[in-house]
T-cell receptor, first 115, second 115 residues
């Protein structure tokens, strides 16, 4: 059974520091992995999607890596800003016969960037 | 321009009542989902409809019944509400294509509190 774990559960950094968020999953049979951002009282916003054949994806200050064989993904946010404060969720899409786009989420890392 | 919208945003009700949550997307997507986020922040899929057909039905009590009158709407009806149903319910949609590859777009959530 696939399990997705995110460590740490919470993180506080001063503005300007780089953020490193970790995600691990127990079954490497996945189609892809996604990172989402969740703001309080709002829905999820997709940040990056990495296919199982890819090693990393980049978008602006965000870079996500994927090591499928070891079951790990890392989200790097360069030069953090107070506006980056949010909860970051990773989700894998299991490669199963009944996947149908099903996403399996971790519990998230709550990030606070202090001015 | 709201992409995925949910009503109501907040719902407070008594145990034993029946309630509905509505979801609409104006993105022209074919597939819609319901997720439940519990107090530990885990997001778990409940149902998915593709072109008004049920394709994912996780182990959810049969008190929960989704209904999709058309591709743009997926409503969730809950009978005989229990305390454990208190959670945030998110609706999501994804574009036509390979459901194992497409990203999902989330609504803002409906916060349900059962007293």
């Amino acid at each position: 059974k696939q399990e997705v774990t995110q460590i740490p559960a919470a993180l506080s950094v001063p503005e300007g520091e780089n953020l490193v968020l970790n995600c691990s999953f127990t079954d490497s049979a996945i189609y892809n992995l996604q990172w989402f951002r969740q703001d309080p009282g709002k829905g999820l916003t997709s940040l990056l999607l990495i296919q199982s054949s890819q090693r990393e994806q980049t978008s602006g200050r965000l870079n996500a890596s994927l090591d499928k064989s070891s079951g790990r993904s890392t989200l790097y946010i360069a030069a953090s800003q107070p506006g980056d404060s949010a909860t970051y969720l990773c989700a894998v899409r299991p490669r199963t016969t009944d996947s149908w786009g099903k996403l399996q989420f971790g519990a998230g890392t709550q990030v606070v960037v202090t001015p | 321009d709201t992409a995925v919208s949910q009503t109501p945003k907040y719902l407070v009700t008594q145990m034993g009542n029946d309630k509905s949550i509505k979801c609409e997307q104006n993105l022209g997507h074919d597939t819609m989902y319901w997720y439940k986020q519990d107090s530990k922040k885990f997001l778990k899929i409940m149902f998915s409809y593709n072109n008004k057909e049920l394709i994912i039905n996780e182990t959810v009590p049969n008190r929960f019944s989704p209904k999709s009158p058309d591709k743009a709407h997926l409503n969730l009806h809950i009978n005989s509400l229990e305390l454990g149903d208190s959670a945030v319910y998110f609706c999501a949609s994804s574009p036509p294509g390979d459901l194992t590859q497409e990203t999902q777009y989330f609504g803002p959530g409906t916060r349900l509190l059962v007293l």
